[in-house]
Structure formats: C-alpha cells, structure tokens
T-cell receptor, first 113, second 111 residues
Framework: DTAVSQTPKYLVTQMGNDKSIKCEQNLGHDTMYWYKQDSKKFLKIMFS???????INETVPNRFSPKSPDKAHLNLHINSLELGDSAVYFCASSPGTSRETQYFGPGTRLLVL | GESVGLHLPTLSVQEGDNSIINCAYSNSASDYFIWYKQESGKGPQFIID?????DKRQGQRVTVLLNKTVKHLSLQIAATQPGDSAVYFCAENKFTDKLIFGTGTRLQVFP
C-alpha cells in the first residue's frame, strides 16, 4: 500500500543514453512533482502537474520531458544523459497545490558514467 | 534574492536531550512553512507545518515556532531519540505553486 512509488530505485547508465523514471501515487492527489536532489542534499523543484496539466516548469534543460498519462502517474524522460544529471530524483504528490503537504517517493538514484 | 537557509549544517545531541533546528527565510511574503525529515536512502518525510497566521504549532514530540518579525523558523524535538537522526529541511511557499527548500541540517544523536 505504498503511497508514492518510483521505479527504478537505481539507474546506472552511459552518457548520451535516454532513460525514463516512473512515478505513481495511490493517494488520489491532484498534483504531482519532480524534484532533483544533488550531492549536497539540495532539493529543487523541476516540474509540477495538476490533473495532467503542467503548472510548474523550472529552468530545466529541454532534455527533460515529463509526461502525465493520468493524474496518478507522472513520468520523467531524460534524453542524451550528461554527467551532471547524476542525482537523486524524487517524485511527490499533494492533494491540491504545493501549499498543502507534499508526500515524497523513495527516490531514484541516477548515476551517469 | 529569496532564500531559505539553516544556521547549522550539523547538530549533535545526546539521546534524551531536546534538539532545536533553526531556519531563516528572507521573503516576508512567505505564508506557509513545512519541516521534512530525510533519513539516509529515503525520501523526505513530512513532520509538521505551520501557516503565517500562527506562531507555534505542536505535534508529537515536535514543535514548530515561527517568528515573522525576524523571519525565523525553528523545529524543536523533545527527548531526542536515535531514530531522529536524519537530515531536516525547512521549506517555504509564498503564493506560488512551488515549495522552496532550505539547505538541510544533519541531526546526529549519540548515546
């Protein structure tokens, strides 16, 4: 009965490859997010979707493309992976806007070699 | 510019003592604040939140204090336990649809 789940948990890949991370929430929330946490533990919002519509798009390279097939899922596709993309990526969800509690997934640890 | 920061990157406390983790924010327009706990290898976990119309809120063993005059937020943990060892983040929201996280404080509990 995991609330927010992500797959895979670990992802090791070569520079230049394309990869996807999947996120699902079973909380019935309307809003989902992607965050990036760097090696210094700094957490930064990347994207936010509300009922499948993009509402936040931070200054993220366009190699990153989120997709929300329905409000329970928010996937992140990354093209042409670079070394600097290595980080932990967290998915989160909230009932409505980000002015409500956000519930985080366990994270996907991405290592680009 | 806007920022949410923490005074101490690492806090070491003895088991049973009270812990206080501090956070300074720069934007007086922020009206929602939240504390998260992140254990090693896990995602951030909600601890407690507070809105700007309050100056104190209590949970189980935790209390959040908000001082809008000096733009300061603190998290107090009573009777700190080994399981409290983690990185703690404060975050703020100011009428936007995004949460801005601070840099985090590592809490170490020793016997």
């Amino acid at each position: 009965d995991t609330a927010v789940s992500q797959t895979p948990k670990y992802l090791v890949t070569q520079m230049g490859n394309d990869k996807s991370i999947k996120c699902e929430q079973n909380l019935g929330h309307d809003t989902m997010y992607w965050y990036k946490q760097d090696s210094k533990k700094f957490l930064k919002i990347m994207f936010s979707y509300n009922n499948k519509e993009l509402i936040i798009n931070e200054t993220v390279p366009n190699r990153f493309s989120p997709k929300s097939p329905d409000k329970a899922h928010l996937n992140l596709h990354i093209n042409s992976l670079e070394l600097g993309d290595s980080a932990v990526y967290f998915c989160a969800s909230s009932p409505g806007t980000s002015r409500e509690t956000q519930y985080f997934g366990p994270g996907t640890r991405l290592l680009v070699l | 510019g806007e920022s949410v920061g923490l005074h101490l990157p690492t806090l070491s406390v003895q088991e049973g003592d009270n812990s206080i983790i501090n956070c300074a924010y720069s934007n007086s327009a922020s009206d929602y604040f939240i504390w998260y706990k992140q254990e090693s290898g896990k995602g951030p976990q909600f601890i407690i939140d507070i809105r700007s119309n309050m100056d104190k809120r209590q949970g189980q063993r935790v209390t959040v204090l908000l001082n809008k005059t000096v733009k300061h937020l603190s998290l107090q943990i009573a009777a700190t336990q080994p399981g409290d060892s983690a990185v703690y983040f404060c975050a703020e929201n100011k009428f936007t649809d995004k949460l801005i996280f601070g840099t985090g404080t590592r809490l170490q509990v020793f016997p």
